[in-house]
């Protein structure tokens, strides 16, 4: 099939900070700053993997990207299949929101908070339906529910049920159903497998994987899993206390790590090898400090074994082609 | 390690809970045992039972929930005849337990300090300076930076990693013989998560306590355990060291996990998994419980449970496959 690279969103140098509130008054006293300037590209048919410890800011981008929340700086843009290009920054305007909308849609982590406990399977997969008014006809609404579900794996007849009577493997199953109905050209998932059990978190994959493959979707893949991030994504970005340290493409990511922060993350992932244990080799101390007080320089430099002078002034930036990396080893 | 003495010994537990949907065993027939200075694993999925276990080790199961038969012998006494007001002694002091969710285990509405002196007063005696000095000690043991500050800090004030961290350090003031632990590191990030294992490893060294290590994970066990123990629908289907269960494993179930792992050879491949999903507790099927997600399923699988059988080893599985002396029937 030939490909035709069409963008479907950019984001540049997004920046969003929360305010946090205190006093009588609620006066704002300071910032959560989660996200600072990062850069992201999605195109056409291509997973990018997003990868960080909690609190470092991936959740809050993947909302952005869905316009769930406003950057607080920086500018997002989204194309449509044309290849015309809208300014999304903003409050979504009236001509775009409804496209904006079908095409980008997002899987939760957790599937037994994600699903409305009140609405049966058939409803909660109808809602986009109705709101886009997609189908006239109530008949082929049925059939196309049901030609959803059957594709990721579930009966037809659960359209009467509850979520409350479905596993959590079912529930995400769903949960995919729901995300697919309007044919969008991106799915964000954040985290879509780890509430799941191991046992089941490979089906799941799997079925994402079979979807992409059939539909022709992107993902932006969310997650903490070095594992799972390596075996859906084509490109890796490494973000680390709300700045992107480290992008490459996986396989490379994985053979040549640059960033100390990436190593270390990759040598604390355990071995699996009762017989060459590894987890006492890991260097690494202390934990991620607070997005509320973040450290002048490189936001790692008070962990990082490597540490040099210009650590604590500077923060580095992300250079590199097709490898980036943001450290001062590497200027 | 191989002959050290048992310390705790499980024989058939079986423990049922009464719910709506029906009787739910939550715990059917299990035995094992814990040996001196050992880290003990044990896997399963959500719902196996393996947390259930542990509380009723510890004697804090739901009234809901009827222990059947079995008994949980500690220094020649059944832990399930010992009168609760005996037990508190017990508890806590002897046997400690750490949770998953170092928020939630800890009462927010007193300091680190007032709830180390709380245990340092019932089980030792302690007075509040002499319960101050022995919890920042041990606190600075399980590397908490300025403990004398943190000692005074409501937990709200402290990060995931720091809270686990004092959660063990609580746990070792009284030198419990046996630390169960249940999931201590799944809600923590994988680099605080390399850490507070590392910790417990060492702690181990030190003060020589028998571990009852539950998880999913099985990386984290093939990181901590002595020997390896895996639940599946409340029953234990295989039982050996860590080297023989991740080098050999035997149950197609355990064979399962074991795949499961996203290697990385497996990019752009079919990532192999099991079928089906984990049966609720209320309808576990008959026969060996993993019959309908097995890919060797026979007729017998269907209709009878499957004994453990020794395949040498102490490699101990359950399972028809092996019943002809610890050879895998060729006959499917």
């Given at each position: 099939?030939?490909?035709?690279n069409l963008?479907?969103?950019?984001?540049?140098n997004?920046?969003k900070?929360f305010p946090?509130?205190?006093?009588?008054?609620?006066?704002?006293t300071g910032?959560?700053k989660a996200?600072?300037?990062?850069?992201?590209?999605?195109?056409?048919?291509?997973?990018?993997?997003i990868?960080?410890?909690?609190g470092c800011?991936?959740?809050?981008l993947?909302?952005?990207?869905?316009?769930?929340y406003?950057?607080?700086?920086?500018?997002?843009y989204?194309y449509?299949?044309?290849?015309?290009?809208?300014?999304?920054t903003?409050?979504l305007?009236k001509?775009i929101?409804?496209?904006?909308?079908k095409?980008i849609?997002?899987i939760f982590?957790?599937?037994y908070?994600?699903?409305?406990?009140?609405?049966?399977?058939g409803?909660?997969?109808?809602?986009?339906l109705?709101i886009h008014?997609v189908?006239?006809?109530?008949?082929e609404?049925?059939?196309y529910?049901?030609?959803?579900?059957?594709?990721?794996?579930?009966?037809?007849?659960?359209?009467?049920r509850?979520?409350h009577?479905?596993?959590?493997?079912q529930?995400?199953?769903?949960?995919i159903?729901?995300?697919?109905?309007?044919?969008?050209?991106?799915?964000i998932?954040?985290e879509p497998?780890?509430?799941l059990?191991?046992?089941?978190?490979?089906?799941?994959i799997e079925?994402?994987?079979e979807i992409?493959?059939e539909?022709?979707?992107?993902?932006?893949?969310i997650?903490?899993?070095?594992?799972?991030?390596?075996h859906?994504s084509d490109k890796i970005?490494?973000?680390?206390?709300?700045?992107?340290?480290?992008e490459?493409?996986?396989?490379?990511?994985?053979?040549?790590?640059l960033?100390?922060?990436?190593k270390v993350?990759?040598?604390?992932?355990?071995?699996?090898d009762?017989?060459?244990?590894?987890?006492?080799?890991?260097?690494?101390?202390?934990?991620?400090p607070?997005?509320?007080?973040?450290p002048?320089?490189?936001?790692?430099?008070?962990?990082?074994t490597y540490?040099?002078?210009?650590?604590?002034?500077i923060q580095?930036?992300?250079?590199?082609?097709e490898?980036?990396?943001?450290c001062?080893?590497y200027? | 390690?191989?002959?050290?003495?048992?310390?705790?010994?499980?024989?058939?537990?079986?423990?049922?809970?009464?719910?709506?949907?029906g009787?739910?065993k939550a715990v059917?027939?299990i035995?094992?045992?814990?040996k001196e200075?050992e880290t003990?694993?044990?896997?399963?999925?959500s719902?196996?039972?393996?947390?259930?276990?542990?509380?009723?080790?510890?004697?804090l199961l739901?009234?809901?929930?009827?222990?059947?038969?079995?008994?949980i012998?500690?220094?020649?006494k059944?832990?399930?005849?010992?009168?609760?007001?005996?037990f508190?002694?017990?508890?806590?002091k002897?046997i400690?337990?750490?949770?998953q969710e170092?928020m939630?285990?800890?009462?927010p509405?007193?300091?680190?300090g007032?709830?180390?002196?709380?245990?340092?007063?019932?089980?030792?005696?302690?007075?509040?300076t002499e319960?101050?000095?022995?919890?920042?000690d041990?606190m600075r043991?399980?590397g908490?930076?300025?403990?004398?500050?943190?000692y005074?800090?409501?937990?709200?004030?402290?990060?995931?990693?720091?809270?686990?961290?004092?959660?063990?350090a609580?746990?070792?003031?009284?030198?419990?013989?046996?630390?169960?632990a249940?999931?201590?590191?799944?809600?923590?990030?994988?680099?605080?998560q390399?850490?507070?294992?590392?910790?417990?490893?060492?702690i181990?060294?030190?003060?020589?306590?028998?571990?009852?290590?539950?998880t999913?994970?099985?990386g984290?066990i093939?990181?901590?355990?002595?020997?390896?123990?895996?639940?599946?629908a409340?029953k234990?289907?295989?039982?050996g060291?860590?080297?023989?269960?991740f080098?050999e494993p035997k149950?197609p179930?355990?064979k399962g996990?074991m795949?499961?792992?996203i290697?990385?050879?497996?990019?752009?491949?079919?990532?192999?998994?099991?079928?089906?999903?984990?049966?609720?507790?209320?309808h576990?099927?008959?026969g060996?419980?993993f019959?309908?997600?097995?890919?060797?399923?026979?007729?017998?699988?269907k209709?009878?449970?499957?004994?453990?059988?020794n395949?040498g080893?102490?490699?101990?599985v359950?399972?028809w496959?092996?019943?002809?002396g610890?050879?895998?029937l060729e006959?499917?």
């Amino acid at each position: 099939m030939e490909v035709i690279n069409l963008k479907i969103i950019k984001a540049k140098n997004i920046k969003k900070y929360f305010p946090i509130r205190g006093g009588v008054f609620l006066k704002v006293t300071g910032y959560v700053k989660a996200l600072e300037s990062i850069n992201i590209e999605i195109n056409d048919f291509e997973s990018i993997g997003i990868v960080g410890e909690s609190g470092c800011g991936k959740t809050t981008l993947g909302r952005i990207i869905t316009k769930i929340y406003d950057p607080t700086e920086g500018s997002l843009y989204f194309y449509d299949e044309k290849g015309n290009e809208y300014d999304v920054t903003n409050k979504l305007d009236k001509s775009i929101k409804s496209t904006f909308r079908k095409s980008i849609q997002m899987i939760f982590q957790n599937p037994y908070d994600s699903l409305d406990p009140r609405l049966t399977v058939g409803e909660i997969i109808k809602e986009p339906l109705q709101i886009h008014r997609v189908f006239k006809n109530k008949k082929e609404e049925i059939d196309y529910i049901n030609e959803l579900l059957e594709r990721v794996g579930l009966s037809a007849t659960y359209t009467t049920r509850y979520p409350h009577e479905f596993s959590g493997g079912q529930r995400q199953r769903i949960a995919i159903a729901r995300a697919l109905t309007l044919k969008p050209r991106l799915i964000i998932c954040d985290e879509p497998t780890s509430a799941l059990d191991v046992s089941v978190q490979n089906q799941i994959i799997e079925l994402l994987k079979e979807i992409q493959n059939e539909f022709k979707i992107s993902y932006l893949f969310i997650s903490h899993n070095l594992d799972l991030i390596h075996h859906v994504s084509d490109k890796i970005v490494v973000i680390y206390l709300g700045n992107a340290i480290e992008e490459a493409p996986a396989d490379e990511l994985f053979e040549n790590p640059l960033h100390p922060y990436t190593k270390v993350l990759m040598s604390s992932m355990p071995s699996w090898d009762p017989g060459n244990r590894k987890l006492d080799k890991v260097l690494v101390t202390g934990e991620p400090p607070s997005p509320i007080n973040p450290p002048l320089g490189c936001p790692f430099h008070p962990r990082c074994t490597y540490k040099i002078d210009a650590c604590d002034k500077i923060q580095p930036e992300l250079l590199g082609a097709e490898h980036k990396v943001a450290c001062h080893l590497y200027d | 390690m191989k002959n050290s003495k048992n310390i705790l010994e499980i024989n058939n537990l079986k423990i049922y809970f009464k719910t709506f949907e029906g009787i739910s065993k939550a715990v059917d027939n299990i035995s094992f045992v814990l040996k001196e200075k050992e880290t003990l694993g044990l896997v399963g999925e959500s719902g196996c039972g393996k947390t259930v276990t542990n509380l009723a080790i510890m004697k804090l199961l739901n009234p809901k929930a009827t222990i059947l038969s079995g008994e949980i012998l500690y220094q020649d006494k059944n832990i399930l005849e010992i009168e609760e007001e005996d037990f508190k002694k017990v508890r806590g002091k002897e046997i400690g337990m750490i949770f998953q969710e170092p928020m939630s285990s800890f009462d927010p509405l007193y300091t680190i300090g007032e709830q180390m002196y709380e245990v340092c007063k019932t089980h030792l005696k302690l007075s509040k300076t002499e319960s101050r000095d022995k919890g920042i000690d041990m606190m600075r043991r399980v590397g908490i930076p300025e403990p004398e500050k943190r000692y005074e800090q409501y937990p709200h004030e402290m990060s995931g990693g720091m809270l686990q961290r004092a959660m063990i350090a609580l746990n070792l003031l009284t030198n419990p013989r046996i630390l169960i632990a249940d999931e201590p590191t799944t809600a923590l990030d994988v680099t605080v998560q390399a850490q507070v294992l590392n910790l417990m490893k060492s702690i181990q060294e030190e003060f020589g306590n028998s571990i009852i290590f539950i998880t999913h994970d099985l990386g984290v066990i093939s990181e901590m355990a002595d020997r390896v123990h895996v639940m599946y629908a409340g029953k234990l289907v295989e039982k050996g060291t860590t080297e023989e269960i991740f080098k050999e494993p035997k149950h197609p179930y355990t064979k399962g996990l074991m795949e499961s792992k996203i290697r990385r050879e497996y990019k752009s491949k079919t990532l192999p998994y099991i079928p089906g999903t984990v049966p609720s507790p209320q309808h576990f099927p008959d026969g060996c419980r993993f019959n309908p997600r097995c890919s060797f399923v026979r007729n017998i699988c269907k209709e009878e449970e499957p004994h453990e059988i020794n395949i040498g080893n102490d490699h101990l599985v359950s399972c028809w496959l092996y019943v002809n002396g610890g050879n895998k029937l060729e006959d499917n």
